[in-house]
């Protein structure tokens, strides 16, 4: 979301900066990410954005108000997105915008380690904007019960599949000229079931998946046990995410490995990033 948000904001002239926590980077302290940083430096998900969003300036740091001060002494920016930022109480916002998970929702309502939630149910009421994501089609039910806690405006998302690419180098790879099948997955992210319904809309057949933990530094312990099983198993080759894919060693393997990139779309689009804009006097750009 923050990179589909950046993407569409520069598209409309917005002079656009990031600021993220870098979780799971082996390096502290304030960074200017760039496009050849490694993930322990600057965490994977930085490293994602900074290979896929250009133009835009990505910060790391815990403090991100710091960080945001250091950017503007260095950089024009006409927005900050924060990643993930709902909870970060030390930064004011123009606009907050919480995701919600559509297929997991609100799981038991609890917050972690008790449940899934991070806030209670109840700070939807400081949303600005609501985006559903993994809602292809509309659930009138549950936008009404959100209605109740909130009175922002509630967009659906879904994420299509785009193309494998080969991990490291190389063009993506079209449906057509993909090697056969089967593939074995891997992934090390918060909703591993997200990824394995991805790989089926993108008609990847799949004979195993491997799940670590969120964030996870594959070994070479990891790297052996998921080849040895894709070979097991008589996999053609190897998928993962896109998140996962900066934190794979490039290394030369019997089997090759791609990731699989993902693009939301957003029903009404236009109309939430008109709400954006408005911060910065813009009006939508070209499409």
């Known amino acids: 979301m923050t990179m589909w948000l950046a993407e569409k904001l520069m598209a409309s002239g917005v002079k656009v900066a990031v600021l993220t926590r870098g979780y799971g980077r082996l390096h502290g302290g304030f960074r200017i990410v760039r496009e050849d940083d490694s993930w322990d430096i600057v965490g994977d998900e930085p490293a994602l954005m900074a290979s896929k969003i250009k ?3 990505i910060a790391v740091s815990k403090d991100r108000f710091a960080a945001g001060s250091k950017v503007l002494e260095n950089y024009e920016v006409d927005i900050f997105l924060l990643d993930d930022g709902f909870q970060h109480f030390a930064l004011d916002r123009d606009l907050d915008i919480v995701v919600i998970d559509g297929r997991r929702r609100f799981g038991n309502s609890k917050l972690l380690p008790a449940g899934i939630l991070r806030e209670p149910v109840s700070r939807l009421k400081d949303a600005d904007i609501i985006v559903v994501t993994r809602a292809p089609s509309a659930d009138k039910e549950f936008e009404l019960w959100l209605n109740d806690y909130s009175k922002a405006p509630v967009f659906r998302a879904d994420y299509r599949p785009l193309e494998l690419s080969p991990i490291g180098s190389g063009e993506p790879v079209s449906r057509e000229e993909r090697p056969g099948k089967p593939y074995l997955a891997f992934c090390g992210i918060a909703g591993p079931d997200g990824f394995r ?7 990847i057949e799949v004979v195993k998946m491997m799940v670590f933990p969120d964030h996870h530094p594959y070994s070479a312990q990891d790297i052996d ?3 040895e099983t894709a070979e097991r198993m008589e996999a053609v080759g190897l998928v993962t995410t896109e998140k996962d894919a900066m934190r794979w060693p490039r290394s030369k393997l019997p089997l090759p490995v791609y990731s699989l990139s993902v693009q939301p779309v957003i029903e009404g689009e236009d109309i939430m990033l008109e709400k954006i804009l408005s911060l910065v006097g813009k009006t939508r750009g070209p499409a």
């Open 197 to 203: 319904n991805t790989l089926a809309r993108a008609d």
């Open 55 to 57: 133009g835009a300036t």
């Open 225 to 227: 046990r998921i080849v």
